[in-house]
């Protein structure tokens, strides 16, 4: 069964906290992508990486980062915390023209 | 650049009604469509998929039909039931060459959410 991880389910963290989020995929994909999802929002794209040590931003980067230093994990960093930043988050995998697969999400909380 | 609208919800039905939801889209060259489900506090899960114009998708009793002269890929089921309740996501990856840089990028709707009552 092909999996995506991401390391937490629900996460409450401080304002001003540098936070990390990790995402592992077991399908050797090229394509990897971190997504926040608000309500009436829908999902947004944050940050997207098409190979390792490269990353693109999406149509919300600002007050994120990421990293890919191995193939197999995107990690999503929020340099500060702030509370505006409490969502949902989604990473997801994928080869070029073929259907994504999503991890189950982290719910952070920004307090 | 590429886009994908689908039905506001929240859309109600008793169990065992017919649902139809809406999704069309805007894309300059010719896409794979699919619809994700998402059930509550879980991540997105393909339900079904369509490559190329006049493909039919199907899964779990949902349908879609890729209609490229419409611009349309509507979800149907026949008999719904209540653990179909959870939000549906149209969605489109623009299979073009590289531009932007978004290689293959999934564009999706805003999501509609199903609540089905006994």
């Known amino acids: 069964d092909v999996k995506v991880t991401q390391s937490s389910r629900y996460l409450v963290k401080r304002t001003g906290e540098k936070v990390f989020l990790e995402c592992v995929q077991d399908?050797?994909?090229?394509?990897m992508f971190w997504y926040r999802q608000d309500p009436g929002l829908g999902l947004r794209l944050i940050y997207f990486?098409?190979?390792?040590?490269?990353?693109e931003k999406g149509d919300i980067p600002e007050g994120y980062s990421v990293s890919r230093e191995k193939k197999e994990r995107f990690s999503l960093i929020l340099e500060s915390a702030s509370t505006n930043q409490t969502s949902m988050y989604l990473c997801?995998?994928?080869?070029?023209?073929?259907?994504?697969?999503f991890g189950q999400g982290t719910r952070l909380t920004v307090v | 650049g590429d886009s994908v609208t689908q039905m506001e919800g929240p859309v109600t039905l008793s169990e065992e009604a017919f649902l139809t939801i809406n999704c069309t889209y805007t894309?300059?060259?010719?896409?794979?469509l699919f619809w994700y489900v998402q059930y509550p506090g879980e991540g997105l899960q393909l339900l079904l998929k369509?490559?190329?114009?006049?493909d039919k998708g199907s899964n779990k009793g949902f349908e879609a039909t890729y209609r490229k002269e419409t611009t349309s890929f509507h979800l149907e089921k026949g008999s719904v039931q209540v653990s179909d309740s959870a939000v549906y996501f149209c969605?489109?990856?623009?299979?073009?060459?590289?531009?932007?840089?978004?290689?293959?990028?999934?564009?999706f709707g805003k999501g509609t959410k199903l609540s089905v009552k006994p």
């Open positions: 969605a489109l990856t623009e299979p073009s060459m590289n531009y932007g840089g978004s290689q293959g990028n999934l564009i």
């Open positions: 997801a995998s994928k080869e070029l023209y073929t259907e994504a697969f």
């Open positions: 369509a490559t190329k114009a006049d």
């Open positions: 990486s098409y190979d390792v040590k490269m990353k």
């Open positions: 399908m050797d994909h090229e394509n």
């Open positions: 894309a300059t060259g010719y896409p794979s």
